[in-house]
């Protein structure tokens, strides 16, 4: 008897899939499932993620257990070095939504100014952004541009990833970082975590 209503109170919960990806409670792609407060899009069987400032991000894929998230970095011009989410200053979330940006992510600021230089990030000439440059194809519009890496803390900036004219202009991301590996095997995204719901 509580198994079955245990089962019809999940199936009721949970949304149905946009194209072949589970949408796992508390995600909600619509008022009749999930929690509205953990709402994501589902767009031409796209799952897809909308920061605050009205920018969509592809999910790729879904750990419920570990109540994380992935999304794709916004794609890097190909004429020019610049992040598709630049016109809207980068990723980002506002601090009352159950999302934040989690501690797996090392971002990698591209095309930046020297006044970047007085920022304590590592801008070095060996530093994972160069590898990054000089390796990966969709980086070579960026190469030989001024580069920045550093680890994402879970501090109160871990709800925006900033990129402007005049600092950096494009960005990448790569979650789990494993610095002996080729940047060609590097696992590109963005890590989000949420809260559980109340």
Avoid at 47 to 52: D, I, K, N
Avoid at 64 to 87: G, R
């Amino acid at each position: 008897m509580l198994a079955s209503l245990i089962t019809s109170v999940s199936a009721v919960d949970t949304c149905s899939k946009c194209g072949n990806m589970e949408v796992p409670y508390p995600l909600s792609t619509n008022d009749d499932c999930g929690d509205s407060r953990y709402r994501v899009y589902c767009n031409n069987d796209i799952l897809q993620f909308l920061s605050s400032e009205g920018f969509y991000y592809k999910i790729q894929s879904i750990d419920p257990s570990a109540h994380t998230l992935i999304i794709s970095p916004p794609t890097i011009a190909s004429d020019i070095c610049y992040s598709a989410d630049l016109k809207v200053g980068g990723l980002r979330l506002t601090e009352s939504s159950p999302f934040n940006i989690s501690t797996h992510n090392t971002v990698m600021l591209l095309n930046c100014s020297e006044s970047i230089l007085l920022s304590p990030l590592n801008c070095s000439s060996n530093s994972l952004c160069r590898q990054f440059e000089d390796k990966v194809k969709e980086g070579n519009v960026c190469k030989n541009t001024l580069c920045c890496t550093f680890l994402k803390d879970a501090s109160l900036t871990a709800h925006r990833i900033r990129v402007r004219v005049g600092g950096c202009s494009a960005y990448t991301c790569v979650v789990n970082m494993n610095s002996g590996n080729s940047p060609t095997s590097w696992n590109y995204g963005i890590e989000l975590q949420w809260s559980s719901p109340n």
